[in-house]
């Protein structure tokens, strides 16, 4: 059974940061293209970032491009999303997902496994 746990969400004002992680179990974590997502009240999930399988590629939402930076650790099964001049509107619920693809890849319907979410809130 795949599991993902992710941690790091909380409160904070405009322009500061946080780093999100997502711990995987379950499956071979080093195998897969993994990827944030997030979803703002009243608005569909939408793509944030992704990262290949070795961590050599990866892809940013045009919105977070500059700000975010994802990385992963294959030793440790586990995904970060570092977060840097926080807005307003990146408020949301930010999940993890593992894909089935080794490339990174920015389609939600390539994700098989997600987390329950970690609450961000920037505050203006």
């Known amino acids: 059974q795949v599991q993902l746990v992710e941690s790091g969400g909380g409160l904070v004002q405009a322009g500061g940061s946080l780093r999100l992680s997502c711990a995987a179990s379950g499956r071979t974590f080093s195998n897969y293209a993994v990827g944030w997502f997030r979803q703002a009240p009243g608005k569909e999930r939408e793509f944030v970032a992704t990262?290949?399988?070795?961590?050599?590629?990866?892809y940013y939402a045009d919105s977070v491009k500059g700000r975010f930076t994802i990385s992963r650790d294959n030793a440790k099964n586990t995904l970060y999303l570092q977060m840097n001049s926080l807005k307003p509107e990146d408020t949301a619920m930010y999940y993890c997902?593992?894909?089935?693809?080794?490339?990174?890849?920015?389609?939600?319907?390539?994700?098989?496994?997600w987390g329950q979410g970690t609450q961000v809130t920037v505050s203006s």
């Open positions: 990262i290949s399988w070795s961590g050599g590629t990866a």
């Open positions: 997902a593992i894909s089935n693809s080794q490339a990174a890849v920015t389609a939600e319907g390539r994700y098989a496994y």
